[in-house]
């Protein structure tokens, strides 16, 4: 894991300073889905047939995230 953070970091070393605000939406972007897509993994893993949630708590639910 070390190598792969090495090498980003040199990577982003190289990125003229212009391309760092769209590098960094970019990376954000894809972070954000990481994380859904890992707690979305988690949920399927523990969800059981009685936890179903209606439109609205779904809604309220995903407010607080």
Do not use: G
Request: net charge negative; glycine share 0%; with cysteine.
């Amino acid at each position: 894991m070390n190598l792969l953070r090495t090498r980003i970091h040199h990577l982003i070393d190289q990125l003229p300073d212009e391309h760092l605000p769209t590098t960094w939406e970019v990376l954000h972007s894809l972070y954000c889905d990481l994380y859904m897509l890992q707690a979305i993994e988690q949920i399927k893993r523990s969800q059981q047939p009685w936890d179903i949630l209606t439109q609205e708590e779904a809604i309220r639910l995903l407010t607080f995230l």
